[in-house]
């Protein structure tokens, strides 16, 4: 059994940046690959959130082509935390971030809010 806390959401402009964190306990943190998900506003109840960038074990990274050069995911193994840092923010990346390990079907935090507007 794992728990998440994700954190570093806020409300920001077009164009600006934000850090998020994600602190894991309660697994064998290194051997997993993570990854961040989100979930925009009004999206229909049950639909999957969708994965915007994954980082694996060996730290290698994919992302989704809709966050290509503006999103970068890390991970700290000695702190067990994933990082997602995200720039050149735009309003469509205004959503419910969450982090997740495949590994562990039911591995989903609380989400932090990310809003960007003017």
């Known amino acids: 059994q794992v728990h998440l806390v994700e954190s570093g959401g806020g409300l920001v402009q077009p164009g600006g940046s934000l850090r998020l964190s994600c602190a894991v306990s309660?697994?064998?943190?290194?051997?997993?690959?993570w990854g961040w998900y989100r979930q925009a506003p009004g999206q229909a109840p049950g639909k999957q959130r969708d994965?915007?960038?994954?980082?694996?074990?060996?730290?290698?990274?994919i992302y989704d082509d809709s966050v290509l050069g503006r999103f970068t995911i890390s991970r700290d193994n000695a702190k067990k935390t994933v990082y997602l840092q995200i720039d050149s923010l735009k309003p469509e990346d205004t959503a419910v971030y969450y982090c997740?390990?495949?590994?562990?079907?039911?591995?989903w935090g609380q989400g932090t809010q990310v809003t960007v507007s003017s």
């Open positions: 994965l915007v960038a994954t980082i694996t074990s060996t730290g290698s990274t």
């Open positions: 309660g697994s064998i943190f290194s051997l997993h690959a």
């Open positions: 997740h390990t495949p590994s562990v079907p039911d591995s």
